[in-house]
Protein backbone atom coordinates (compact mmCIF):
# COMPACT_ATOMS: atom_id res chain seq x y z
CA UNK A 1 0.00 0.00 0.00
CA UNK A 2 1.02 3.68 -0.86
CA UNK A 3 1.51 6.42 1.80
CA UNK A 4 -1.34 8.00 0.02
CA UNK A 5 -3.25 5.22 -0.18
CA UNK A 6 -2.92 4.69 3.21
CA UNK A 7 -3.84 8.06 4.33
CA UNK A 8 -6.73 7.87 2.29
CA UNK A 9 -8.10 4.57 3.50
CA UNK A 10 -7.46 5.87 7.29
CA UNK A 11 -9.12 9.86 6.41
CA UNK A 12 -12.12 7.37 4.98
CA UNK A 13 -12.17 5.36 7.93
CA UNK A 14 -11.81 7.81 10.55
CA UNK A 15 -15.18 9.93 9.23
CA UNK A 16 -16.72 7.23 9.09
CA UNK A 17 -16.36 5.96 12.61
CA UNK A 18 -17.18 9.43 13.60
CA UNK A 19 -20.07 10.14 11.38
CA UNK A 20 -21.27 6.85 10.70
CA UNK A 21 -21.96 5.27 7.21
CA UNK A 22 -22.15 7.25 4.36
CA UNK A 23 -24.27 6.28 1.09
CA UNK A 24 -22.41 4.51 -2.01
CA UNK A 25 -22.94 7.73 -3.76
CA UNK A 26 -20.28 9.95 -1.32
CA UNK A 27 -17.85 6.63 -1.14
CA UNK A 28 -17.79 6.87 -4.56
CA UNK A 29 -17.45 10.68 -4.68
CA UNK A 30 -14.26 10.45 -2.31
CA UNK A 31 -12.94 7.39 -4.49
CA UNK A 32 -12.77 9.57 -7.26
CA UNK A 33 -12.92 12.98 -6.52
CA UNK A 34 -11.15 13.72 -3.54
CA UNK A 35 -8.89 16.59 -3.35
CA UNK A 36 -5.20 15.09 -5.12
CA UNK A 37 -6.32 11.36 -3.55
CA UNK A 38 -9.23 10.92 -5.37
CA UNK A 39 -8.45 8.23 -9.00
CA UNK A 40 -9.12 11.22 -10.83
CA UNK A 41 -7.76 14.05 -8.91
CA UNK A 42 -4.00 11.95 -7.63
CA UNK A 43 -1.00 13.88 -7.78
CA UNK A 44 0.38 11.32 -9.34
CA UNK A 45 -2.02 11.41 -12.15
CA UNK A 46 -2.04 8.66 -14.69
CA UNK A 47 -1.58 9.30 -18.57
CA UNK A 48 -3.79 6.29 -19.22
CA UNK A 49 -6.45 4.90 -17.93
CA UNK A 50 -6.89 1.91 -16.10
CA UNK A 51 -10.07 0.60 -17.99
CA UNK A 52 -9.20 -1.97 -21.03
CA UNK A 53 -11.47 0.15 -23.33
CA UNK A 54 -9.23 3.23 -22.71
CA UNK A 55 -6.36 1.64 -24.80
CA UNK A 56 -5.07 3.04 -27.27
CA UNK A 57 -6.07 -0.01 -29.85
CA UNK A 58 -9.96 -0.14 -28.26
CA UNK A 59 -9.88 3.79 -28.69
CA UNK A 60 -8.82 3.62 -32.47
CA UNK A 61 -11.42 0.74 -33.02
CA UNK A 62 -14.11 2.95 -31.96
CA UNK A 63 -13.34 5.71 -34.43
CA UNK A 64 -15.34 4.91 -37.46
CA UNK A 65 -18.85 5.58 -36.25
CA UNK A 66 -17.91 8.59 -34.41
CA UNK A 67 -16.55 9.94 -37.55
CA UNK A 68 -19.37 9.39 -39.40
CA UNK A 69 -21.51 11.00 -37.44
CA UNK A 70 -19.36 14.11 -37.24
CA UNK A 71 -18.93 13.98 -40.70
CA UNK A 72 -22.49 14.08 -41.42
CA UNK A 73 -23.12 16.79 -39.18
CA UNK A 74 -20.48 19.01 -40.25
CA UNK A 75 -22.15 18.88 -43.70
CA UNK A 76 -24.85 21.08 -42.09
CA UNK A 77 -23.03 23.14 -39.87
CA UNK A 78 -19.79 24.16 -38.65
CA UNK A 79 -16.88 21.17 -37.97
CA UNK A 80 -17.25 22.02 -33.96
CA UNK A 81 -16.25 19.57 -31.86
CA UNK A 82 -16.81 19.87 -27.80
CA UNK A 83 -14.88 16.22 -26.34
CA UNK A 84 -16.30 15.84 -22.49
CA UNK A 85 -13.91 13.94 -20.86
CA UNK A 86 -11.46 13.70 -23.18
CA UNK A 87 -8.39 11.70 -21.05
CA UNK A 88 -5.55 11.82 -22.54
CA UNK A 89 -7.32 13.26 -26.11
CA UNK A 90 -6.89 9.69 -27.94
CA UNK A 91 -10.16 9.75 -29.32
CA UNK A 92 -9.85 13.04 -30.81
CA UNK A 93 -6.27 12.15 -31.94
CA UNK A 94 -7.93 8.95 -34.00
CA UNK A 95 -10.92 11.25 -35.42
CA UNK A 96 -9.03 13.95 -36.50
CA UNK A 97 -6.65 11.72 -38.40
CA UNK A 98 -10.01 9.98 -40.11
CA UNK A 99 -11.69 12.97 -41.44
CA UNK A 100 -11.51 14.33 -44.99
CA UNK A 101 -8.89 17.28 -45.33
CA UNK A 102 -11.78 19.17 -46.57
CA UNK A 103 -13.31 18.71 -42.76
CA UNK A 104 -10.00 18.63 -40.64
CA UNK A 105 -9.09 22.00 -42.28
CA UNK A 106 -11.73 23.74 -40.45
CA UNK A 107 -12.57 21.74 -37.06
CA UNK A 108 -12.86 23.56 -34.20
CA UNK A 109 -11.83 21.56 -30.73
CA UNK A 110 -13.10 22.09 -27.39
CA UNK A 111 -12.13 19.87 -24.70
CA UNK A 112 -14.21 19.78 -21.10
CA UNK A 113 -12.03 19.06 -18.76
CA UNK A 114 -12.39 19.81 -14.54
CA UNK A 115 -8.95 18.93 -13.61
CA UNK A 116 -6.05 21.42 -13.86
CA UNK A 117 -3.06 19.36 -14.96
CA UNK A 118 -5.11 17.15 -17.66
CA UNK A 119 -6.03 21.08 -18.82
CA UNK A 120 -2.52 22.23 -19.18
CA UNK A 121 -1.87 19.02 -21.30
CA UNK A 122 -4.68 19.35 -23.75
CA UNK A 123 -3.76 22.29 -24.39
CA UNK A 124 -0.56 21.28 -24.96
CA UNK A 125 -2.21 18.54 -27.48
CA UNK A 126 -4.30 21.30 -29.38
CA UNK A 127 -1.06 22.64 -30.66
CA UNK A 128 0.00 19.29 -31.59
CA UNK A 129 -2.67 18.77 -33.48
CA UNK A 130 -2.35 22.24 -35.62
CA UNK A 131 -6.62 22.84 -34.64
CA UNK A 132 -8.13 25.86 -33.28
CA UNK A 133 -9.05 25.21 -29.86
CA UNK A 134 -9.34 25.57 -26.21
CA UNK A 135 -9.95 23.82 -22.98
CA UNK A 136 -12.60 24.30 -20.57
CA UNK A 137 -13.60 23.43 -16.77
CA UNK A 138 -17.19 22.51 -17.92
CA UNK A 139 -19.53 22.44 -20.14
CA UNK A 140 -21.08 25.78 -19.48
CA UNK A 141 -17.61 27.77 -20.30
CA UNK A 142 -18.08 26.46 -23.70
CA UNK A 143 -18.90 28.72 -26.68
CA UNK A 144 -21.97 28.28 -26.92
CA UNK A 145 -23.24 27.27 -30.98
CA UNK A 146 -23.57 24.31 -32.88
CA UNK A 147 -21.41 21.29 -31.55
CA UNK A 148 -21.17 17.81 -31.80
CA UNK A 149 -20.63 16.56 -28.19
CA UNK A 150 -18.96 13.13 -27.93
CA UNK A 151 -18.93 11.53 -24.71
CA UNK A 152 -16.88 8.46 -24.40
CA UNK A 153 -16.95 6.91 -20.90
CA UNK A 154 -17.96 9.91 -18.89
CA UNK A 155 -21.41 9.13 -17.82
CA UNK A 156 -20.57 6.08 -15.89
CA UNK A 157 -17.97 7.99 -13.66
CA UNK A 158 -20.86 10.16 -12.33
CA UNK A 159 -21.50 9.14 -8.78
CA UNK A 160 -24.12 7.13 -8.32
CA UNK A 161 -26.46 6.04 -6.04
CA UNK A 162 -26.92 2.28 -5.33
CA UNK A 163 -29.55 0.44 -4.22
CA UNK A 164 -31.17 -2.93 -3.43
CA UNK A 165 -34.75 -4.37 -4.13
CA UNK A 166 -35.51 -6.20 -0.85
CA UNK A 167 -39.31 -7.77 0.14
CA UNK A 168 -39.72 -4.52 1.62
CA UNK A 169 -38.38 -2.43 -1.33
CA UNK A 170 -36.17 -0.23 -2.78
CA UNK A 171 -33.44 0.35 -0.09
CA UNK A 172 -29.89 2.26 -0.49
CA UNK A 173 -26.37 0.89 0.22
CA UNK A 174 -24.54 2.45 2.19
CA UNK A 175 -20.87 2.37 3.37
CA UNK A 176 -19.03 1.15 6.86
CA UNK A 177 -15.99 0.74 8.31
CA UNK A 178 -16.24 0.13 11.81
CA UNK A 179 -12.73 0.37 14.28
CA UNK A 180 -10.25 2.66 12.94
CA UNK A 181 -8.80 1.00 9.79
CA UNK A 182 -10.58 0.28 6.34
CA UNK A 183 -12.50 -2.99 7.03
CA UNK A 184 -15.69 -1.72 5.25
CA UNK A 185 -18.75 -3.43 4.90
CA UNK A 186 -22.30 -2.44 3.55
CA UNK A 187 -25.54 -1.55 4.92
CA UNK A 188 -29.06 -1.08 3.69
CA UNK A 189 -30.79 2.34 4.94
CA UNK A 190 -34.14 3.52 4.08
CA UNK A 191 -34.05 4.57 0.45
CA UNK A 192 -35.02 8.30 0.31
CA UNK A 193 -38.68 9.31 -1.39
CA UNK A 194 -36.71 10.40 -4.41
CA UNK A 195 -34.96 7.79 -5.40
CA UNK A 196 -37.43 5.24 -4.92
CA UNK A 197 -39.84 7.70 -6.67
CA UNK A 198 -36.84 7.82 -9.62
CA UNK A 199 -36.55 4.12 -9.46
CA UNK A 200 -40.20 3.63 -9.58
CA UNK A 201 -40.82 6.07 -12.67
CA UNK A 202 -37.82 4.17 -14.88
CA UNK A 203 -38.03 0.45 -14.09
CA UNK A 204 -40.28 -2.40 -14.50
CA UNK A 205 -40.56 -4.47 -11.47
CA UNK A 206 -37.32 -5.68 -10.75
CA UNK A 207 -36.67 -9.34 -8.77
CA UNK A 208 -35.67 -9.03 -4.98
CA UNK A 209 -31.95 -8.73 -4.15
CA UNK A 210 -31.13 -7.32 -7.52
CA UNK A 211 -29.37 -4.14 -7.87
CA UNK A 212 -29.36 -0.32 -10.01
CA UNK A 213 -27.93 2.70 -9.70
CA UNK A 214 -29.28 6.06 -10.05
CA UNK A 215 -27.51 8.55 -11.35
CA UNK A 216 -29.21 11.79 -10.76
CA UNK A 217 -26.58 13.80 -12.23
CA UNK A 218 -27.62 12.98 -15.63
CA UNK A 219 -30.35 15.58 -15.66
CA UNK A 220 -27.95 18.49 -14.73
CA UNK A 221 -25.21 17.80 -17.59
CA UNK A 222 -27.60 17.76 -20.42
CA UNK A 223 -29.09 20.81 -19.00
CA UNK A 224 -25.83 21.73 -18.88
CA UNK A 225 -25.33 20.84 -22.94
CA UNK A 226 -28.80 22.51 -23.56
CA UNK A 227 -27.00 25.98 -22.92
CA UNK A 228 -24.18 26.14 -25.45
CA UNK A 229 -24.79 23.65 -27.62
CA UNK A 230 -27.65 24.78 -30.46
CA UNK A 231 -28.15 23.22 -32.43
CA UNK A 232 -26.12 20.27 -32.22
CA UNK A 233 -25.43 16.04 -31.53
CA UNK A 234 -24.25 14.51 -28.12
CA UNK A 235 -23.00 11.45 -28.89
CA UNK A 236 -22.56 9.26 -25.69
CA UNK A 237 -20.62 6.12 -25.41
CA UNK A 238 -20.48 4.11 -22.60
CA UNK A 239 -20.67 0.31 -20.60
CA UNK A 240 -24.83 0.12 -20.68
CA UNK A 241 -27.16 -1.27 -17.54
CA UNK A 242 -28.49 -4.71 -19.10
CA UNK A 243 -32.17 -4.69 -18.60
CA UNK A 244 -33.86 -6.26 -16.20
CA UNK A 245 -30.64 -5.26 -14.07
CA UNK A 246 -28.29 -8.11 -13.26
CA UNK A 247 -28.69 -8.83 -9.32
CA UNK A 248 -25.04 -7.86 -8.80
CA UNK A 249 -25.78 -4.69 -10.20
CA UNK A 250 -23.17 -2.62 -12.55
CA UNK A 251 -20.54 -1.01 -10.48
CA UNK A 252 -17.17 -2.00 -11.42
CA UNK A 253 -13.80 -1.38 -10.11
CA UNK A 254 -10.79 -1.34 -12.42
CA UNK A 255 -6.95 -1.52 -12.10
CA UNK A 256 -4.56 -2.05 -14.20
CA UNK A 257 -6.51 -3.70 -16.44
CA UNK A 258 -7.84 -6.14 -13.85
CA UNK A 259 -11.91 -6.54 -12.06
CA UNK A 260 -10.99 -5.71 -7.87
CA UNK A 261 -13.41 -5.20 -4.98
CA UNK A 262 -14.97 -1.67 -5.68
CA UNK A 263 -14.11 -1.23 -1.69
CA UNK A 264 -10.42 -2.63 -2.52
CA UNK A 265 -8.16 0.65 -2.52
CA UNK A 266 -10.13 3.68 -3.03
CA UNK A 267 -8.45 6.46 -4.95
CA UNK A 268 -5.83 3.92 -6.59
CA UNK A 269 -8.84 2.14 -8.26
CA UNK A 270 -11.37 2.94 -11.09
CA UNK A 271 -14.64 3.11 -10.06
CA UNK A 272 -17.94 2.96 -12.90
CA UNK A 273 -21.23 2.38 -12.94
CA UNK A 274 -23.19 1.19 -16.12
CA UNK A 275 -25.45 4.00 -17.92
CA UNK A 276 -29.30 3.24 -18.54
CA UNK A 277 -29.88 4.17 -21.67
CA UNK A 278 -33.78 4.18 -21.46
CA UNK A 279 -33.30 6.41 -18.36
CA UNK A 280 -30.78 8.65 -20.31
CA UNK A 281 -33.11 9.15 -23.13
CA UNK A 282 -36.09 9.76 -20.88
CA UNK A 283 -34.03 12.61 -19.08
CA UNK A 284 -32.57 14.19 -22.38
CA UNK A 285 -36.18 14.47 -23.58
CA UNK A 286 -37.05 16.14 -20.21
CA UNK A 287 -34.03 18.25 -21.07
CA UNK A 288 -34.98 19.24 -24.42
CA UNK A 289 -33.17 16.61 -26.39
CA UNK A 290 -34.40 14.00 -28.61
CA UNK A 291 -33.22 10.37 -29.35
CA UNK A 292 -31.44 10.79 -32.81
CA UNK A 293 -29.46 7.37 -32.83
CA UNK A 294 -31.88 5.56 -35.03
CA UNK A 295 -31.44 9.12 -37.72
CA UNK A 296 -27.67 9.27 -37.52
CA UNK A 297 -24.74 8.06 -39.59
CA UNK A 298 -22.42 6.13 -37.35
CA UNK A 299 -24.48 5.77 -34.27
CA UNK A 300 -24.42 1.78 -34.60
CA UNK A 301 -21.27 2.67 -32.97
CA UNK A 302 -21.26 0.30 -29.94
CA UNK A 303 -17.76 -1.22 -30.07
CA UNK A 304 -17.70 -3.99 -27.19
CA UNK A 305 -18.83 -3.56 -23.98
CA UNK A 306 -20.06 0.28 -25.01
CA UNK A 307 -23.16 0.54 -26.14
CA UNK A 308 -23.72 4.06 -28.29
CA UNK A 309 -26.62 6.74 -28.15
CA UNK A 310 -27.15 9.78 -29.83
CA UNK A 311 -29.22 13.30 -28.94
CA UNK A 312 -30.54 15.76 -30.91
CA UNK A 313 -31.60 19.83 -29.56
CA UNK A 314 -35.06 19.74 -30.95
Not at 18 to 40: C, S
Not at 82 to 97: E, N, S, T
Not at 123 to 131: A, D, I, N, S
Not at 215 to 220: D, I
Request: net charge negative; glycine share 10%; aromatic share 8%.
Amino acid sequence: MSADEGEFTTDLASRLAGRGPMPFRDYMAEALYADELGYYTRRDLRRRGDRPTSRPGFVADLVEPVAQAFVSFAEHHPPRLVDHGPGAGLLVRYLLGSLPERIRADVDVTFVEPRLARRTRLLVLLQEFGVDGRVVSAPRDAEPGPAFVVARELLGSFPVHWLERTGEGWREIHVDAPGDTWTPKERLEDAPPQLTRFVDDHLPEVPVGHRYEVNLHLRRWLAQLQGVVDPGLVYVLDRPIERPPSPEGSIRAVREGETVDVYEAPGITDISSGVDLDVLVSQAEKAGFVDATADTVGSEGGRGPLAARVLRTR
